[in-house]
Each structure stands twice: as C-alpha cells, then as structure tokens.
C-alpha cells in the first residue's frame, strides 16, 4: 500500500528549540515536497526535492531547511521555531511526471 | 509567481452537478490538478489535465481547460453528500516542479 508517513502528527513547542518533522515514503519516489496549509492562504510549497541530494525552495523557505539524504526520506527542519511557522505541514511525493500525488495525514505544529 | 484563484464556498443540492472554478496567471503552465480534502486529512489527488488538453473525463469528474482564458474547471456530476470537502486547484509551471495551490473551494452538498 501506497504511504506517506509523517511524524510527527502534533507537536506544541517553543520559541527557539529546534524541531525536525520526518516525512517518509514506500514508493520509491523521486520527486518530495513539504507545503504549509493556513486558513486562507491554502497550501504553500516551502521546499522540493527532484531526487538524492538535490533540493530547491518552494514560495516560503525561509525559517525552514530539508535534506534528502536518502530517497524515501525527506525530513523538515526548524532550527529556530517561530510563532508565524504555527501550520498544518503536509509532506508529499510524486509519481507519474513527478506529480504531488501521494500526501501525508498532515502535521500540526503549534509554536508557542 | 503563479498566481491561483478560486471561489471560496459551493453550495449544491444532492444529485445536481457542481462546477468548481480556477484560474492562474502563468501561460507556461504545465499541469493543472484537482485534489480533495476530507476534514481531518490529506489532499487526495483526483486528476489532472496536461495544458495541450482541452478537456478530460474520468467518471462523475469532468474537467475543462481553457488556456487562452487561463481558466480551469471541475464538474462534479451527480453530487452526492459524500463529495462534500475542500477541493484545490493546483498549477504546475513549465520547466520547473513548483506547484502553486489555489486557496481551496469548500463544497458543501445539502440533502
């Protein structure tokens, strides 16, 4: 069965300490991505990955960083949490032509 | 950027057709996809349409791309309560793998 696990679901924490949220994959795809979801602004691409090794930013990358170290692996990474970066994340993988087919059940981070 | 609209909220009575509409801004588009979100859960993809198509079926979905008029549509057919989500537009531009989002439909389907 075709998954995209997040963890983890929920998570409350604090200004400043460094929070990672694992995104990982049983398809063996190529092509990852993390988006943001708030009211209002629907979902916001942060970061991609094409493959291994090669990521890029999406519209809001600041605050944020990933790594593909491996390919069903796509972690997100907040070494300095803010209040703005309360959200809905929700990691994603592509399959035929890279589409962001398969989501995540969502993580929902709330920066105190 | 890419820029994606569409209307916030649809209302439709059980058993009508729904037609959800979007429009974007990049001509270099490439892709254009439909996804759904339950309350609670992730966005599922419902199709997609390549920007050299006019038109694509698939069961109770029908979707229409007008790429002169930057304009792209969903029709449910047959609305059933259980069609009753959020539903994004999303456009994928040529030659890069950004997807730009549009800030979600809410359809809401009364009995």
């Known amino acids: 069965e075709a998954q995209v696990t997040q963890n983890p679901r929920y998570l409350i924490t604090v200004t400043g300490k460094k929070l990672t949220v694992t995104c990982s994959q049983n398809?063996?795809?190529?092509?990852m991505s993390w988006y943001r979801q708030d009211p209002g602004l629907g979902l916001r691409q942060i970061y991609y990955?094409?493959?291994?090794?090669?990521?890029d930013k999406g519209d809001v990358p600041e605050g944020y960083k990933v790594s593909r170290k491996e390919k069903r692996n796509f972690p997100l990474i907040l070494e300095s949490p803010s209040p703005n970066q309360t959200s809905l994340y929700f990691c994603a993988t592509g399959g035929v032509s890279n589409q962001p087919q398969h989501f995540g059940d969502g993580t929902r981070l709330s920066i105190l | 950027g890419e820029d994606v609209e569409q209307s916030l909220f649809l209302s439709v009575r059980e058993g009508d057709s729904s037609v959800i509409n979007c429009t974007y801004t990049?001509?270099?588009?490439?892709?254009l996809y439909w996804y759904k979100q339950e309350p609670g859960a992730g966005l599922q993809l419902l199709t997609y349409?390549?920007?050299?198509?006019d038109m694509k079926q698939d069961q109770r979905l029908t979707v229409l791309l007008n790429k002169k008029d930057k304009h792209l549509s969903l029709r449910i057919a047959d609305t059933q309560t259980g069609d009753s989500a959020i539903y994004f537009c999303a456009v994928r531009t040529g030659g890069y793998q950004k997807v730009t989002f549009g800030i979600g439909t809410k359809l809401q389907v009364i009995p």
């Open positions: 398809m063996n795809h190529e092509y």
């Open positions: 990049d001509s270099s588009s490439t892709y």
């Open positions: 349409i390549f920007s050299n198509m």
């Open positions: 990955s094409m493959n291994v090794e090669v990521t």
